[in-house]
């Protein structure tokens, strides 16, 4: 790749000093050959930044105040890389370990498809390195559902062509960043879910292609901030998250097959949270 192909990796930490380190200890094997990484704290009371400063010298850390979610504090970073930007952002949970060879796939698509808006890598579960958690995106408006491909399937040739996705999970994904800057960011109002999949459909409405690729390989501990388990908070966030993303792409006459089916997603959702399948 050119050294004019400038990332930064944004990852953001709330409380989760350890699980940043395995995930900025895999990020330091990397092998792109200019990318800078900037942790954005979002206001932690675990003693985080002092610890990441004195283990991770050479990583930009910014320390907000309070906790301003995924949203508020992904778009804080991403507004910190002024003046000097680089060409292309990347968004990393804390709760992941990437491959070395990760981010090269994502921008090189972001290069070659003329309409490329988006990319977003392979994701397995990290306690089970060959079961998929993402292996593309499924979006439908009609019945308010929302889901992952692949999950919790065995990974094989059926996962491994790059192809056309309805939405990037933030969990990780690679944008240009003029067009991000350019939609805008996060939406903030967004109660931690959804405002991935919100970003995703604003960047196929102006003509854009979101795109799972393979070659990117990463591992998600899945649930992580939240222990994996059944959280009633998770599910009112999800349950806002949807309503929220339906009220703004929904069309009227979605409006009433979506308030047909929705309760029915909301306990999907339930049963998702009860056996740790989760988003």
């Not at 930064?8 to 792109?32: A, D, P, R």
């Not at 990437?98 to 988006?118: S, Y």
């Not at 069309?251 to 047909?260: D, E, L, V």
């Amino acid at each position: 790749m050119s050294t004019d192909l400038s990332v930064t990796i944004i990852v953001l930490n709330w409380n989760g000093k350890g699980l940043t380190i395995k995930c900025l200890e895999s990020l330091k094997k990397v092998n792109y050959s200019n990318f800078n990484i900037l942790v954005v704290d979002n206001g932690s009371t675990d003693g985080s930044v002092d610890t990441l400063k004195e283990k991770f010298p050479e990583v930009s850390i910014l320390a907000l105040e309070n906790n301003l979610g995924y949203a508020g504090g992904n778009n804080r970073g991403f507004d910190s890389l002024e003046p000097d930007p680089p060409k292309f952002v990347i968004f990393l949970n804390n709760d992941t370990i990437v491959d070395e060879n990760f981010i090269e796939p994502l921008v090189k698509q972001l290069l070659t498809k003329k309409h490329a808006g988006q990319t977003t890598p392979k994701i397995y579960y990290e306690n089970d390195p060959q079961l998929i958690w993402y292996a593309g995106g499924i979006v439908n408006l009609w019945t308010g559902s929302i889901y992952h491909l692949g999950i919790r399937q065995n990974d094989g040739p059926g996962y491994s062509k790059t192809h056309k996705t309805k939405y990037a999970t933030g969990c990780c994904f690679c944008m240009r960043y003029d067009e991000f800057k350019e939609f805008g960011g996060f939406d903030e109002t967004f109660p931690m879910y959804s405002e991935d999949v919100d970003l995703s459909l604003w960047i196929r409405s102006a003509g854009k292609q979101v795109w799972f690729v393979p070659d990117s390989k990463i591992w998600h501990k899945v649930s992580a901030s939240f222990g994996g388990a059944f959280s009633f908070g998770k599910l009112v966030r999800k349950a806002k998250g949807i309503f929220l993303l339906i009220k703004k792409h929904a069309n009227p006459i979605q409006w009433i097959t979506i308030t047909i089916l929705l309760p029915i997603q909301l306990i999907m959702i339930i049963i998702k949270l009860i056996f740790k399948i989760g988003r």
